[in-house]
């Protein structure tokens, strides 16, 4: 087939597609109505879909950081959660409070910016001493390894207790 043929047949081809578009007006309203309906689809997906995102990450990870008192209480029954979990042989109960704690840790560790140049370091050096144990009693729970995790426990609360010496909720008031 030569050049002239085939752009012939594909002239055809066009003219028939086009034709059978303008030849039937319900079939050209259809294919706009399901072209203009995917526009409004991808715009909304655009828009909204970002929103829906933010709130559900929101719901998930509600902000300790907006008082030091909330992140100090959320930490204070992350904690006793914590204990729970071990104390019951519930190894499976020590991920979710442990991974919720690091929200209120990292905002007292911003919130210590606040505090004079010694107290912000004994915070800072605490929170992290505390954030690290849990780090380890998360480790022991997800290896199944319940002595571990009671090691782990004790690390915890021997930093929870080096954190409350602190006196999180005076220091914080004292500065506002």
Do not use: C
Request: no cysteine; glycine share 2%; proline share 4%.
């Amino acid at each position: 087939m030569d050049t002239y043929s085939l752009m012939k047949n594909l002239a055809f081809i066009v003219r028939t597609r086009k034709s059978s578009l303008d030849a039937s007006p319900d079939r050209l309203a259809a294919w706009q109505r399901r072209r203009s309906t995917g526009r409004v689809f991808r715009l909304l997906t655009v828009l909204v879909l970002p929103v829906f995102v933010s709130v559900l990450q929101a719901q998930q990870n509600p902000p300790a950081s907006g008082s030091t008192q909330a992140a100090w209480s959320a930490i204070q029954q992350l904690v006793q959660n914590l204990e729970n979990a071990v104390q019951t042989k519930n190894l499976h109960g020590i991920h979710e409070p442990s991974m919720k704690i690091r929200a209120p840790i990292k905002a007292l560790k911003q919130h210590s910016s606040t505090l004079s140049a010694d107290a912000s370091q004994k915070m800072i050096t605490a929170l992290k001493q505390l954030d690290n144990a849990i780090t380890d009693l998360h480790s022991a729970a997800d290896a199944g390894d319940q002595k571990e995790a009671e090691s782990g426990l004790k690390e915890v609360q021997t930093a929870f207790d080096q954190l409350k010496s602190l006196d999180p909720d005076t220091a914080f008031n004292n500065v506002h």
